[in-house]
């Protein structure tokens, strides 16, 4: 295992070989890459691995300029994988994660053989649309303590009993995530739409992978309608599952992950 200090992005890194593909995972809102625990032992046979905590999550460093952060965070992680003298990648993302893959597919789509994107952030809701509107309007966001909304929000996510391992995790991750970090990457989460109207403009043909659960039902509906639109992307549902997919159905989701990327790996 490795762990250079060289690049702004925390990362961890498992090395199998030389010869071996390469997976990098990108960690959910308000999380870090140890969300992804239940599926390091499971890859690690078969890819080098590559964990990066998000910018002002984990032990990244916040990003404190006026720069936007979906294009910085693409532009460190490329600086990474050049670092590390990586050339081409499979992407596996959860959440807020797979909008930054998107970003990356759309600026860097060359580096990319193929992406898997679980619990996919698109448009909300409606209802969910109008709450974050609220949350983020200047007046409540300066009365109302930063975790108050994220927990609600937690729960509208993830409500019901066999979310509730995948809720606290996040949850108790969040604690640790500053409000600064928290309102610039809560922005990118609520307009997440907007990288799907982008994506509509540019084709590539990266295979992707889409996994949601069938209780995902905030974003469920609005990622079933650009699954069959997009060209070269899949879509699996799980059952009783909620938003959290690599976290509560780890086994199902480990599996159809490893299968599908497989289809894109050097022999």
């Known amino acids: 295992m490795l762990n250079f200090k060289k690049t702004s992005l925390h990362y961890e890194a498992y090395i199998n070989s030389e010869k071996k593909d390469w997976i990098v995972f990108f960690h ?18 078969d890819y080098n691995l590559l964990f990066i905590d998000l910018p002002g999550h984990g032990k990244s460093p916040d990003l404190t300029n006026d720069e936007n952060i979906l294009d910085y965070t693409s532009r460190k992680v490329v600086e990474l994988l050049d670092r590390l003298h990586i050339n081409q990648v499979h992407l596996i993302g959860v959440s807020l994660g797979t909008i930054v893959i998107q970003d990356l597919a759309m600026k860097f789509p060359k580096r990319i053989k193929s992406m898997v994107l679980s ?21 409540i966001r300066n009365m109302l303590p930063y975790m ?18 995948s809720r606290d995790f996040f949850i108790k991750e969040a604690l640790k995530l500053g409000q600064n970090s928290y ?18 403009q540019q084709v590539n043909k990266i295979p992707k992978l889409y996994i949601s659960g069938d209780e995902d039902h905030m974003f ?17 549902i799980l059952e009783k599952c909620g938003h959290v997919c690599n976290i509560e159905q780890s086994s199902q989701f480990n599996l159809i992950s490893r299968d599908f990327v497989t289809r894109y790996t050097a022999v």
């Open 28 to 45: 959910g809102f308000g999380g870090n890459y140890s969300i992804f625990n239940r599926q390091i032992e499971y890859f690690k046979p």
């Open 119 to 139: 619990g996919a952030v698109g448009r909300w809701l409606w209802w969910g649309e109008t709450l974050g509107k609220i949350v983020l309007s200047f007046p």
């Open 148 to 165: 108050v909304p994220f927990v609600s929000f937690a729960h509208i996510l993830m409500p019901k009993r066999n979310h509730k391992k």
């Open 183 to 200: 309102l610039r990457w809560l922005y990118i989460v609520k307009d997440a739409h907007q990288i799907y109207s982008r994506l509509k």
């Open 220 to 236: 469920l509906q609005g990622i079933v309608k650009h699954a069959r639109k997009e060209e070269a992307a899949e879509l699996t």
